[in-house]
């Protein structure tokens, strides 16, 4: 396990170094939902996405290779060729071209909810991965360095003050890991579900929400994609031991990169119980809906909460 994850440690650095990303693909992915929605490239706020929704089809066709060989076989080559490993998944990565328009479609949701709520907000065609999976991954030095050196120079080169993040792993990242390494930022930043004040009425009637353990565990934000499905009509159902904040399961994604297999399985078991209560569950985050997307096995159908509330699905 020790070599897989300094193989692994490896290939993110190189990643990070060649385009900012923690697996090698091309950095136009990042930007393509802007395409056609008039967002301009500079203002008082921007919109930090991180590249997270749209890296998933990605993750899941990594995640792919890697369940192919268990990590005590693959540790000691991706440690000695991560280099050639970063070139191969450059060509090998390449999920279909349906999963890619999805999850640009569930970023294009989420700054259509912005616009009609009346924020003004500006997109960086050139963000930076915020160096999530660095930090979640215990690779705090490196975090540190990537974060300080590139990411916060980011924003500081540019007089970025005012960031709205779409997903918990971002904010968790920008709210409480950042300063407590860095003090002060000099940025306020705000979850996009916050500047949501009004929605229409949904097509969904009745869903369960798998919660997002950063979300409701750490960031103090159960109720709002609660509170914002009330106002568009849907209904979620709860149960104690399946939605509860202190009982309901993780998704399995934080050990997706290390146990892809274990991943999987987690997964799975989360499906097992949500569909119970219904066949549309909610997400409110890219990493749970990577995960539960690729194991639902069609028991139930995943959906951003986005999605929900602009009635995309």
């Known amino acids: 396990m020790e070599d897989w994850l300094r193989g692994l440690r490896s290939i993110m650095l190189s990643s990070l170094n060649y385009n900012r990303l923690p697996i090698p693909v091309e950095r136009g992915v990042c930007s393509e939902w802007a395409r056609g929605m008039g967002i301009p490239e500079s203002g008082d706020a921007v919109i930090y996405t991180s590249c997270l929704y749209q890296l998933v089809p990605y993750i899941n066709s990594f995640t792919g290779l890697m369940e192919k060989a268990p990590p005590s076989a693959l540790g000691p080559l991706v440690n000695r060729l991560s280099h050639l490993v970063a070139s191969f998944a450059r060509v090998a990565l390449k999920p279909p071209r349906s999963e890619v328009d ?6 294009r949701a989420i700054a259509t909810l912005l616009i009609r709520n009346g ?10 991965y915020s160096g999530a999976l660095l930090y979640e991954l215990g690779f705090e030095d490196d975090f540190k360095e990537y974060f300080s050196s590139v990411v916060l120079s980011y924003f500081r080169s540019r007089g970025i003050k005012n960031v709205i993040t779409i997903d918990p792993h971002t904010h968790h990242i920008l709210t409480v890991v950042a300063p407590r390494f860095f003090g002060d930022l000099g940025l306020r930043v705000v979850n996009y579900m916050e500047l949501i004040k009004g929605v229409d009425k949904a097509k969904v009637s009745r ?16 109720n709002a994609y609660r509170v914002l499905l009330e106002k568009a009509g849907v209904e979620h159902v709860e149960d104690p031991y399946v939605t509860g904040v202190s009982t309901s399961m993780c998704c ?3 050990v997706e990169s290390i146990n892809p297999s274990l991943s999987n399985k987690v997964a799975r078991l989360r499906i097992d119980a949500l569909s119970k209560l219904s066949n549309n569950v909610v997400v409110a985050c890219p990493i749970c809906y990577a995960n539960l997307s690729r194991n639902s096995g069609g028991r139930v159908k995943v959906l951003d ?9």
């Open 102 to 107: 999805r999850v640009n479609g569930i970023v």
């Open 119 to 128: 924020v003004k907000f500006a997109y960086m065609p050139d963000e930076p």
């Open 207 to 222: 869903v369960v929400i798998h919660d997002s353990c950063l979300y409701s565990r750490y960031l103090g934000m159960r």
């Open 252 to 254: 399995g994604g934080p």
């Open 305 to 313: 909460l986005a999605e929900v509330l602009t009635g995309a699905q």
